[in-house]
């Protein structure tokens, strides 16, 4: 008995020692070296992670001029920027601002023009039609108004394809559809640019010398051109175009070189201008077709359903005399004293 008295301290110790020896196998670590539970087998732990990263041996970037830039010993400087905070003024712009700008505007300018029709109805020719028909556009001022025309109805569907497709055409047809309609719509875009230049120059060449400003156009504004009188015989005096067609001219001329130009801009990224240089232009792109489309979509209001007779024009060329008459007097008188006689049509007298 004396004996096992004797061991039983021992035996105690061993037996604790037994007890804790997995907890002391163990050794707590945390962070990224730790496996489930928060351990590691010892020898394994990882370093833990310093405080401050190491200082970087060479400056990544620095900030210049609001922008983040890197250092390159490539020649294209323009990869050298890494961050660049007014991406996120335009990406804001391209997918909201501009979607309510142009919204408001194209539809806003359909509205209008659907409420005017039902106010106005089509102008009519007042006395008739004559069907003795005055020569007014030849074949090569109709060439240039068409390709204009048609080019910038090919630029506007394409246009409106890329800007708004996301939001209006995925629903409808897919990712997929949509990824290979954008993809034309983007190409056509850019093809369409160069008849559109064309008919541009040629429409400039041929008619500025009828779109200068006269006298006769103040008085023309100062009537909004008859058109808001339900009064249909009034018809305030113009040349061969009046103060309406003379400022669609201009904002056709000046707005169609402000697109090509800002056009040029975007399809030729780092040639003409920097990251900031093509947002500035794709802003100034977009404000200004939606106000192109807006003011074009009034423009084929009056030249189609809006103004009887007015179509012939351009249509086949030459328009009814008593249009001549009514719509552009001076115009009219100039052509029949310079010998140019109204011929007689293939209609038969009288009819409507
Ligand atoms: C389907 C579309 C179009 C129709 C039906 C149409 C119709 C007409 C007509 C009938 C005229 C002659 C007016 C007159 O004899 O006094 C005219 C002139 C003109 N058109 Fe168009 N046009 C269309 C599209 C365009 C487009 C897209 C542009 C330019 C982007 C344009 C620019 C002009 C210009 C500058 C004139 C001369 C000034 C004026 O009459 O306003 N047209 N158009």
Known sequence: MPRIRAFAPVAAFLLALLLAAPALAQVE????????????????????????????????????????????????????????????????????TLFWIAGIVILGTLAALAAFYFWRGTIRIDRGRSDRWVPRFNGLERFAH????????????????????????????GHDAFTATSEVSKNLHNFSSVPFVLGLVLMLALWIRDNLPTRADLVWLKHGGGMFSRNASFHPESGRFNAGQKGIFWAVVLGGIAMTVTGIMLMTPFYVTGVSGMQIAHVVHAILAALMIAMILGHIYIGTIGMEGAFDAMGKGEVDENWAIEHHRGWYEAQRDAGRQPAPGTRPAGAD
């Not at 041996?57 to 830039?69: A, G, H, S, T």
């Open 29 to 96: 670590v945390e962070g990224p070296g730790a496996g489930e539970g928060g351990t590691v087998a010892p020898g394994l732990e990882l370093p833990a992670p310093e405080a401050e990263p190491p200082a970087a041996d060479v400056q990544l970037y620095m900030p210049e001029e609001d922008q983040l830039i890197g250092r390159l010993t490539i020649p294209n400087r323009s990869l050298a920027t890494l961050v660049q905070p007014e991406g996120r003024t335009w990406r804001a712009f391209r997918m909201e």
């Open 146 to 173: 068409w390709t204009t025309a048609l080019s910038f109805i090919a630029l506007a569907l394409t246009g409106l394809i890329v800007t708004f497709g996301r939001f209006l055409l995925i629903p409808l047809m």
